[in-house]
C-alpha cells in the first residue's frame, strides 16, 4: 500500500494555483498543480486542488482510501477515479438524499446522463442504463441482495462519507456493501473526513492508496473559550444556560455565516425562544415548541433532527443563499449535509471520570472534530473559524483530548457490539440488525456466505461476531426462514423490504391478537400491526416536546388500550405512529407539519405497501388505507385525502375531522359534499379550523384554499406514482409506467385481494 500525507503547508489559489506538498516513504515532495486539460477534463477553474492532484499523480488502480477534511474536493476525486476505471458502471453511494441529488447535479455536467437510486417510487420504477448513477447506501444494498443488473455491471464504487461505519444503524449496510466490492473484484474508492486510525480502514479495504490529507481548502483556526470567563464580556447577567448561550455568541461578536453546535436539542429550542424574545430575531422555523412572537429582526433557525424535512431543507438553502446567518444545530448537521459556514460554535461539556482518571466530553471527541469540518466555505472565507466553549473541564484538558483522539484505533458499530434499544421497530434489535447483515450475503452467495461476511471489518476484529451469526442462521433454519443452505421466497421479500425476519415474527404475532381492533379502532389496530414493518425508532420524546402533557395522556391511553386488546406489551413506540395517523397535531397550532422521523414516512410507507402487496394479507382497499395513512398520517376511514396534492397533514385532517362530525362514512363521501356545497359539511370545516386558528382572516384563507382543492379533485383517489409502483409486482415496470392511475388501481385490485396464510 502506497501511503501519501498531504501536508497543512499545501497552497491553493482557485486563479492562480499553487503547490502541494506531501511526505511520500518518509520523504517529503513538492509539486505543482494540476490543470484539468492535463487530466482529461472540461472544468470551469483552472487548476486541481493539492488533494485532487496527489490523488491523480499516484493513484494507478485498485482500491483506496481518502482520508480528508470536509470540502475539500473529494466529489471530483471521484470523477478522476472514474477515469482510471472507466470499463463497467461508475456508482456513487452516500447516506442521505441531499447528499445524492448534490452529486447528482455535479455529476450530470460530466457524464450527460446520471442514473438516481434515492428511495423514491419514480425512481424505483425507470430502468438504468446510465454509465453512471447516484445512491443512498439502502438502494445500493438493496441493488446488490436483488443482483440488480445495474450493481451488477459494476466497475467502480465510490463510498461516500464511509465514517458513517461507525453508526449503529447503517454502519452495517457499509460494511456489507465493502465486503460485495472485495468479494468481487470491484475497484473501491472509499472517502472520509478525518477519521481516527484511517490506517486500519485502508488495510481492511486493500487500499493500493492511502491518502492521508492534512491540508484545508481554507485553514482553520481554533480557538477554546472557558464558558464563565466568556461570560464575564457581557454587561448583562444571564441566568439559565440558553440566555449564557445566546450571551456567549453576543460575546465573541462573530460576522458572517455561523453554526452553533449545542448539545442538547433542548437547549437549542430554547437559545431559538431567547433570540427571537429577547433580541427581537426573526425565526425560520414553523414547527416549534414555543409560540412565536413576530419580529423583524436578523433571522435565526435551529437545525435538529425532530425538524420536519421540508422545513430542514428550507432552512438549509436560506443559509447557503440567503439571509440566515446564524443557524444552531445539534449533531446530527455534522454528518451527511453539505452546509459550511464561515464560523462554528461548539458547546461542549467536560467531565472527569473517577474510574479512567480521565475527561468525557459530550459532544464526543470524533463529532467535535466532524463539526470543526464545517468552518470555513471555498472561494468566500480565507480562514475558518472554529470557536469552541467548554464547561466542566479545563481549555488545555479538551485540547490534548482532541489531539489523542486522532491517534485512537479505528472502530465500527459492530466491532464495539449492538445493545438492544427502546423504542426499536423489532424487540430482539441485534439480532434483528444481524439477521439482515447476513442474510444479505445468503441472497448473494448461497452456501458461501461466509466467505464475504468474514470480509466485514467486525468479524476480523471479532471472530466471535461470525459464531453468534452462524447461530443466528441455525435459528432461521428452525424458524423456517431457511430451507437447507437456501432462504425462502418469504424470506428473500422481507430482505428486500429490509424487514428482519424476527420483525416479521412480531408483526404475525400482532396480526393473530388484533382482529376485533381493527374492526372497532381500524387507524390503532392496523398502525399497531404493521409498526414492525417500519424501521424509524419514532421518539416519544420528541412528540412530546411539541405537544407536552397532551402526548403524555394520549400516549398512555394508547398503550394501555392496545396491551388490553392485544395481550401485548407495547414498547416500540407504537403510540407514536398512532398520534400521528390519528391527526392529533392538528391541535396544536405551533406545529406546523409532523416533526422528526414522522415527516419522512414516505419512502417507509412504498416499502410498506410493496411488501403487504406480495404479502397479500388484506385486500388492497385496506393496504392502499394504511399506506395513506402512514404516508400522511389521516386517519384509515379517510385516509386517502392523503393523495390529494395541496391538501397535507393540517389540511387533511381537518376535512377528516369535518367529515366525522357529520358522521360521512369515507373521504368520497365527504369530498363530495364539499363540491356540492352541503352547508353542513361546510359548517362542520370552518368549526374544525376554529380548532387551529384565532384570526378570523387566517380561518376564512385556510376554508377557501381547501374547498378549492377540493373542488379539483378528480376521482379515483390515489397517488398515481405510488400505484404505478405498487402495480409494477405485477405488470412489470415498463407497463407501470405507461398505465394510468385507473388502471394500475383495477391490476392492484385484482391481484391483492387478502387471500394468502401465513
Known amino acids: 500500500m502506497k501511503t501519501v500525507q498531504l501536508l497543512e503547508s499545501s497552497k491553493f489559489d482557485l486563479k492562480k494555483g499553487g503547490k502541494a506538498v506531501y511526505l511520500i516513504e518518509g520523504k517529503e515532495k513538492e509539486e505543482e498543480l494540476l490543470k484539468p486539460k492535463e487530466v482529461g477534463l472540461n472544468l ?19 482500491n483506496a482510501l481518502i482520508s480528508s477534511p470536509t470540502s475539500s474536493g473529494k466529489s471530483l476525486i471521484s470523477l ?138 481554507v485553514p482553520l483556526e481554533r480557538r477554546i473559550y472557558n464558558l464563565r470567563k466568556l461570560l464575564k464580556r457581557v454587561k448583562s447577567s444571564p441566568q439559565t444556560p440558553q440566555e449564557k448561550v445566546v450571551s456567549a455568541l453576543e460575546a465573541l ?76 444545530a445539534t449533531q446530527t448537521l455534522a454528518y451527511g449535509v453539505n452546509l459550511p459556514a464561515d464560523s462554528v460554535v461548539i458547546f461542549v461539556r467536560g467531565r472527569f471520570d473517577r474510574f479512567s482518571l480521565e475527561y468525557k466530553f459530550f459532544p464526543d471527541l470524533l ?32 485540547e490534548e483530548a482532541l489531539k489523542e483522539e486522532m491517534e485512537s484505533p479505528f472502530k465500527t ?10 423504542g426499536a421497530a423489532c424487540q430482539n434489535r441485534k439480532k434483528s440488525i444481524l439477521s439482515l447483515m447476513l442474510l444479505g450475503p445468503v441472497l448473494r452467495y448461497g452456501t ?22 452462524e447461530l443466528i442462521v441455525e435459528e432461521l433454519r428452525e424458524l423456517g426462514f431457511i430451507e437447507g443452505d437456501k432462504p425462502t421466497s418469504l424470506t428473500k421479500l422481507l430482505v428486500s423490504s429490509f424487514v428482519s425476519p424476527y420483525c416479521f415474527i412480531e408483526f404475525l404475532k400482532r396480526l393473530k391478537s388484533t382482529a376485533s381492533l381493527r374492526e372497532k379502532e381500524p387507524t390503532i389496530g392496523y398502525l399497531f400491526t404493521v409498526r414492525p414493518f417500519l424501521r ?9 416536546l411539541f405537544t407536552k402533557e397532551a402526548f403524555t395522556q394520549e400516549g398512555e391511553r394508547i ?140 380561518l376564512e384563507k385556510e376554508f377557501n384554499q381547501i374547498v378549492n382543492i377540493v373542488k379539483k379533485v378528480k376521482f379515483p383517489l390515489g397517488n398515481e406514482r405510488l400505484l404505478k409502483f405498487l402495480s409494477s409486482i405485477f405488470v412489470g415496470r415498463e407497463e407501470a409506467l405507461k398505465i394510468d392511475k385507473e388502471k394500475a388501481l383495477e391490476v392492484l385490485r385484482e391481484n391483492v385481494k387478502g387471500e394468502e396464510e401465513v
Not at 458499530?413 to 427502546?422: D, F, H, P, V
Request: hydrophobic letters at 40%.
Open 44 to 62: 470551469p477553474f483552472k487548476f486541481l486542488n493539492p488533494l485532487q492532484s496527489v490523488f491523480f499523480k499516484h493513484y494507478e488502480g485498485g
Open 80 to 217: 478522476l477515479f472514474y477515469l482510471k476505471n472507466k470499463e463497467g458502471r461508475f456508482i456513487y453511494t452516500a447516506p442521505t438524499r441531499s447528499l445524492i441529488w448534490e452529486k447528482f447535479r455535479e455529476f450530470k455536467g460530466f457524464f450527460g446522463s446520471v442514473g438516481v437510486r434515492s428511495g423514491d417510487v419514480v425512481e424505483e420504477l425507470q430502468n438504468i442504463s446510465q454509465k453512471a448513477v447516484v445512491a443512498t447506501y439502502e438502494s445500493l444494498v438493496a441493488a446488490a441482495r436483488n443482483r440488480s443488473r445495474w450493481f451488477e455491471e459494476a466497475g467502480a464504487l465510490v463510498i461516500d462519507e464511509v465514517h458513517v461505519i461507525r453508526d449503529e444503524g447503517r454502519g452495517a449496510i457499509i460494511e456489507e456493501l465493502v465486503s460485495y466490492a472485495l468479494e468481487e473484484g470491484i475497484p473501491l474508492l472509499a472517502l472520509s473526513a478525518t477519521v481516527p486510525g484511517a490506517l486500519s480502514l485502508a488495510k481492511w479495504i486493500e487500499a493500493e492508496l492511502f491518502i492521508d490529507s492534512r491540508w484545508r481548502p
Open 253 to 328: 461578536d462573530l460576522k458572517g455565516k455561523t453554526l452553533v453546535f449545542l448539545p442538547r436539542k433542548d437547549l437549542g429550542w430554547q437559545a431559538l425562544e431567547v433570540e427571537n424574545a429577547f433580541y427581537g430575531k426573526k425565526v425560520v422555523n414553523e414547527t416549534l415548541p414555543f409560540e412565536v412572537q413576530p419580529k423583524k429582526g436578523e433571522k435565526v433557525a435551529f437545525h435538529n433532527a425532530d425538524v420536519p424535512q421540508e422545513e430542514r431543507e428550507k432552512i438549509e438553502e436560506e443559509f447557503r443563499e440567503g439571509e440566515l446567518n446564524r443557524l444552531y
Open 367 to 398: 463529532t467535535i472534530l466532524q463539526m470543526e469540518g464545517r468552518a470555513g466555505r471555498l472561494g468566500l472565507s480565507e480562514k475558518g473559524f472554529s470557536h469552541i466553549v467548554i464547561t466542566g473541564a479545563k481549555e488545555d484538558a479538551l
Open 413 to 422: 458499530a459492530l466491532s464495539q457490539g449492538l445493545n438492544s434499544k427502546e
Open 448 to 469: 458461501s456466505w461466509k466467505k464475504a461476511v468474514k470480509d466485514f471489518y467486525s468479524v476480523r476484529e471479532n471472530p466471535l461476531l461470525l459464531k453468534e451469526l
Open 536 to 544: 424509524k425508532e419514532l421518539n416519544p420524546k420528541t412528540v412530546a
Open 559 to 698: 398503550r394501555e388500550l392496545l396491551e388490553e386488546e392485544s395481550g401485548i406489551e407495547v414498547n416500540d413506540n407504537s403510540e407514536v405512529l398512532i398520534f400521528y395517523g390519528k391527526g392529533s397535531f392538528f391541535d396544536f397550532k405551533n406545529v406546523a407539519r409532523p416533526p422528526g422521523e414522522l415527516s419522512t414516512l414516505s419512502t417507509e410507507s412504498s416499502l410498506l405497501g410493496q411488501l403487504l402487496c406480495k404479502l397479500n394479507l388484506f385486500d388492497f382497499e385496506v393496504v392502499h388505507r394504511v399506506i395513506m395513512s402512514v404516508r400522511g398520517g389521516i386517519p384509515f376511514n379517510f385516509s386517502l385525502l392523503a393523495s390529494v396534492e395541496g391538501l397535507g397533514y393540517m389540511r387533511g385532517n381537518a376535512l377528516a375531522r369535518a367529515g366525522k362530525l357529520v358522521g360521512a362514512p369515507n373521504e368520497t363521501s365527504l369530498i363530495n359534499a364539499v363540491k356540492e356545497e352541503k352547508e353542513e359539511v361546510l359548517e362542520a370545516l370552518k368549526e374544525v379550523l376554529a380548532f387551529r386558528y384565532s384570526s378570523l382572516k387566517v
